[in-house]
């Protein structure tokens, strides 16, 4: 039905900055909260940041002032600018979002995952 593509995560010497992307595409009708997840190894999977339809953001406290969440509705995409990047920002990355799509019973909401991206912090 619908499939996310991240890109942009790699390796980035501490202070550096990465721009995640996350492009969704499939019989979607509208998207409404898409967001940025982290796990780090070890950890659980915590909330970066969010940016609703008319385009609130909310960001964790660990990141805000250092990360811009935005989004671009004609390319169904959510990006997440980092700046200022530390070792404790090492983690693999999800895309997530709500989205009302076309399906055999008619249009309905879920919400979706991408695969990850691998963001690595180090010198």
């Known amino acids: 039905q619908v499939q996310l593509v991240e890109s942009g995560g790699g390796l980035v010497q501490p202070g550096g900055s990465l721009r995640l992307s996350c492009a969704a595409s499939?019989?979607?009708?509208?998207?409404?909260?898409m967001g940025w997840y982290r796990q780090a190894p070890g950890k659980q999977r915590e909330l970066v940041a969010t940016v609703t339809s008319d385009s609130s953001t909310n960001y964790a406290d660990s990141v805000k002032g250092r990360s811009t969440i935005s989004r671009d509705n004609a390319k169904n995409t959510v990006y997440l600018q980092m700046n200022s990047l530390q070792p404790e920002d090492t983690a693999v990355y999800y895309c997530?979002?709500?989205?009302?799509?076309?399906?055999?019973?008619?249009?309905?909401?879920?919400?979706?995952w991408g695969q990850g991206t691998q963001v690595t912090v180090s010198s």
């Open positions: 997530n979002l709500d989205a009302n799509v076309l399906t055999s019973s008619g249009w309905r909401l879920y919400n979706y």
């Open positions: 499939g019989s979607i009708f509208r998207i409404n909260q």
